[in-house]
T-cell receptor, first 112, second 116 residues
Framework: SQQGEEDPQALSIQEGENATMNCSYK?????LQWYRQNSGRGLVHLIL?????REKHSGRLRVTLDTSKKSSSLLITASRAADTASYFC????????????FGSGTRLQVQP | NAGVMQNPRHLVRRRGQEARLRCSPM?????VYWYRQLPEEGLKFMVY????????ESGMPKERFSAEFPKEGPSILRIQQVVRGDSAAYFC??????????????FGPGTRLTVT
């Protein structure tokens, strides 16, 4: 699999439910970032978690990072129809390159 | 504080023509990154620039593609002699100088290039 691979590829839930998306990566990282992309639009930065952090919260978002398993999860609580979008994790590898490596994303559909 | 600006938002070119995509980073940001996104895929890194310097172009095709970030003005991604396979969304991102090892990249709205 690629660096920054999201799982599942697609997720459909009802409004009010929680949505959990996972991301796995292969190499050491400086940080991991989650982005949202509405169809045909640009990327919106959601949250950055550093390699020495294990959990971070921002509003209805909760991100965890397990560097031993090389994985991260994004939890959206009490989902809304407006949360419908694609969600990408992006890793900043510990190589000094500063380029982000993106996965192919999880397409979330929140049914009203 | 305006975000990352890209123009044009949509660009249609015939095969063999040149495409010029522009990106103005956020105010105070001196690092610019270009990414390409094919339909239903994630973004792929192309090139990383600072003012007047290309730092990392490992993701950019060796031929027909070039990028610059002059001292004054926006960053330009230039694609010469476009082919249908160049059709994609091209995103620019910027980040601030001196943000330490961890920094956020802020993305522009993208330029959707269609080659006919």
């Amino acid at each position: 699999s690629q660096q920054g691979e999201e799982d599942p590829q697609a997720l459909s839930i009802q409004e009010g439910e929680n949505a959990t998306m996972n991301c796995s990566y292969k190499t050491s990282i400086n940080n991991l970032q989650w982005y949202r992309q509405n169809s045909g639009r640009g990327l919106v930065h959601l949250i950055l978690i550093r390699s020495n952090e294990r959990e971070k919260h921002s509003g209805r978002l909760r991100v965890t990072l397990d560097t031993s398993k090389k994985s991260s999860s994004l939890l959206i609580t009490a989902s809304r129809a407006a949360d419908t979008a694609s969600y990408f994790c992006a890793t900043d590898m510990d190589t000094g390159r500063r380029a982000l490596t993106f996965g192919s994303g999880t397409r979330l559909q929140v049914q009203p | 504080n305006a975000g990352v600006m890209q123009n044009p938002r949509h660009l249609v070119r015939r095969r063999g023509q040149e495409a010029r995509l522009r990106c103005s980073p956020m105010k105070g940001h001196s690092h610019v990154y270009w990414y390409r996104q094919l339909p239903e895929e994630g973004l792929k890194f192309m090139v990383y620039l600072q003012k007047e310097n290309i730092i990392d172009e490992s993701g950019m095709p060796k031929e027909r593609f070039s990028a610059e970030f002059p001292k004054e003005g926006p960053s330009i991604l230039r694609i010469q002699q476009v082919v249908r396979g160049d059709s994609a969304a091209y995103f620019c991102a910027s980040s601030p100088l001196g943000a330490g090892n961890s920094y956020e990249q802020y993305f522009g709205p993208g330029t959707r290039l269609t080659v006919t």
